[in-house]
């Protein structure tokens, strides 16, 4: 099963005004909404946020998603990038976009190994 991939849409750029990255593909529960063209790796990172949605059974997914970034952005005063990168979902999905064979080897609630990392966000945000 894989989402419904809509390009060249303009629900990327509208987010992006209310968002604190730029946002240039996103997952939205059975679609996933891109700027431009979508490229594999693209695809792939989009689609693992799809399995994540389904696994969690969509509000579930919401209210980690929003609630895990709030907790860095007001309690760990991180920076709105940097919250973004320290979210579990966001660690899989980026670990493993470069992997042709990931979704079809990913175990279910892959991303809980990202509850405890294991690296420095910090580190990583300076990365990207």
């Not at 240039?24 to 695809?43: H, K």
């Not at 059974?57 to 320290?86: D, H, M, N």
Request: charged letters at 25%; a neutral charge.
């Amino acid at each position: 099963m894989s989402p419904i991939f809509i390009e060249n849409s303009r629900v990327p750029v509208l987010l992006s005004k209310v968002s604190p990255i730029e946002i240039y593909a996103i997952s939205l529960v059975f679609f996933v909404f891109c700027r431009g063209e979508l490229s594999e790796t693209t695809r792939r990172h989009e689609t693992i946020h799809f399995r994540q949605w389904l696994e969690l059974l969509i509000v579930g997914f919401a209210c980690l998603y929003v609630g895990t970034w709030l907790w860095f952005r007001l309690v760990k005063r991180y920076s709105g990038e940097l919250a973004y990168r320290s979210i579990p979902f966001e660690q899989e999905a980026y670990d493993n976009q470069g992997d042709p064979d990931y979704l079809n080897s990913r175990s279910c609630y892959a991303w809980m190994k990202y509850l405890r990392p294991s690296r420095d966000p910090s580190d990583e945000a300076r990365r990207t």
